[in-house]
């Protein structure tokens, strides 16, 4: 280990100093108290030493004595997926001894990405207010271990609570098919919201435990969404229960960012993939709750509930994906076109995607005029050409993903098949339609085909099924 952290500082130190002044980095912990905090090693979701090591040579630093020193903690060489965080400390002007770090990127007060250590650098050298700034709290390090513990269950929490919606729906979705039952039908689609709003108000009164948060989910599904289901008959009342959680997301994101980080359904924070707001299984968990609504209440509102979903889901205070923006863009552009009768020919679905570009663009501008800030305003802000790096990037990701492990290799073409399947079938549905171009559109920008497949294929059947249960009651 001793050697491994002396070959790393011979790199970071091997490299040109930026100024005359700097920052020095040091792979060990301080002899003395500093401003700390936990570290995500990379962007997961696997993380090794050679990743970590690659982020900070990119850190600014020069001559010594320097006003700022970085303390890190580095992972094991190997590859390997989360098994804790590592720890960074960091001394200097603005950093006192007995604070706690706190990242403006990652929202989560005590977690620093390794990423975020260049740009707060940078920032310091030129005198601007940095990303990572420090915190006075008492007693740092037990709130850092307690941190990290609540990550510890909240990670291995969601598969769990992910496997228990899945049964939910596909249970509620085949009965609702074998019985043409409507009412089970509207369970289905109803159980994905009611578990988000589940797993919020969990997170929110801090359930963490594995074992207690899985069985209060499980009786928040099996009770909510039949209850739900018998209160939501008529489409006016079935398009408000959907649409809920919506307004839910936005509150909670606009008030406490990181309940939504360690809710069991979310965000991933210590994986380094999206520290808080919607990833791509949650986006694609509401396309639905989103897309069936309009459908429901017509033409006149599909634009102000293409407007909610649209904030909610690429806002910078709120759900901040950027890839989640074109998506539910181009859903509502079909969806207009199949409302409308319009045919879904080569020419009219470039110009929808036209039009869903065009209005994300303007959405992230709007955001980035009023002060928001996220990693989608910084890569629209950085230029076409760094916007189209950020896209190629999402496409070497998204094909990579598919290969990724034995298990997405099995389910990717499982759930391709399923949403084959619900394609070929007849008659057509508009929001089925709509539903099922946006999941294209997302399993070509989004960075994890896993999530986008299956969860698509799960909500496109509950949106068929309860759709056939209708039509032959």
């Known amino acids: 280990m001793i050697l491994a952290a002396g070959l790393g500082a011979a790199v970071l130190l091997a490299a040109p100093p930026a100024r005359a002044e700097g920052v020095v980095i040091v792979l060990h912990p301080p002899t003395a108290p500093a401003a700390a905090g936990l570290l995500v090693p990379g962007r997961g979701p696997t993380f090794s030493r050679s990743e970590a090591l690659d982020a900070l040579h990119r850190v600014p630093r020069g001559t010594c004595p320097c006003p700022w020193t970085f303390y890190v903690t580095l992972p094991r060489a190997a590859s390997h997926e989360y098994d804790g965080l590592e720890r960074v400390w960091i001394t200097g002007p603005g950093y006192p001894q007995g604070s706690r770090l706190v990242s403006d990127r990652t ?184 897309m069936l609504p309009a459908a429901l209440l017509g033409l006149p509102a599909l634009v102000p509930i293409a407007l909610l979903a649209l904030v909610t889901v690429g806002a910078s205070f709120a759900g901040a994906d950027g890839g989640g923006v074109l998506v539910f863009a181009l859903g509502f552009a079909v969806l207009w076109l199949r409302l409308r009768e319009i045919p879904l020919t080569a020419r009219n679905l470039v110009l929808a995607g036209t039009a869903a570009m065009a209005a994300g663009l303007v959405l992230v501008g709007l955001d980035a005029a009023f002060g928001g800030e996220s990693h989608v305003t910084r890569a629209v802000g950085g230029g076409p050409i760094d916007l189209a790096e950020h896209i190629g990037h999402r496409l070497r990701l998204s094909a990579e993903g598919v290969f990724s492990s034995l298990h997405a290799a099995i389910i990717i073409p499982v759930s391709l098949a399923g949403l084959a399947w619900i394609a070929l079938r007849r008659p057509r549905y508009a929001v089925v339609d709509a539903a099922l171009v946006a999941i294209a559109v997302s399993l070509l920008v989004n960075d994890s085909p896993r999530d986008v497949a299956a969860w698509g294929a799960l909500s496109c059947g509950a949106l068929r099924f309860w759709k056939d249960a209708r039509r032959v009651q």
């Open 107 to 290: 929202r989560v007060p005590g977690v620093v990405s390794v990423h975020d250590l260049e740009p707060t650098a940078s920032a310091l050298l030129q005198g601007k207010e940095p990303p990572v700034t420090a915190q006075p709290e008492s007693d740092v390090p037990a709130r850092l271990t307690a941190l990290e513990r609540r990550l510890d269950r909240a990670h291995d929490t969601r598969a769990k609570a992910s496997l228990l919606l899945a049964g939910f729906i596909a249970l509620f979705a085949v009965l609702a098919l074998a019985l043409h039952s409507p009412f089970l039908g509207r369970a289905g689609l109803l159980a994905t919201p009611i578990a988000l709003a589940g797993a919020l108000g969990l997170s929110a009164l801090e359930v963490s435990a594995p074992t207690t948060t899985v069985l209060a989910l499980a009786g928040i599904i099996a009770l909510g969404a039949p209850a739900a289901a018998a209160l939501t008959a008529n489409r006016y009342a079935l398009a408000l229960a959907l649409l809920a959680i919506f307004p839910i997301y936005l509150l909670t994101l606009a008030i406490s960012t990181e309940t939504s980080s360690f809710a069991a359904i979310g965000a991933r924070p210590e994986n380094g993939g999206r520290f808080y707001g919607f990833q791509n299984q949650v986006e694609t968990m509401l396309l639905v709750p989103a």
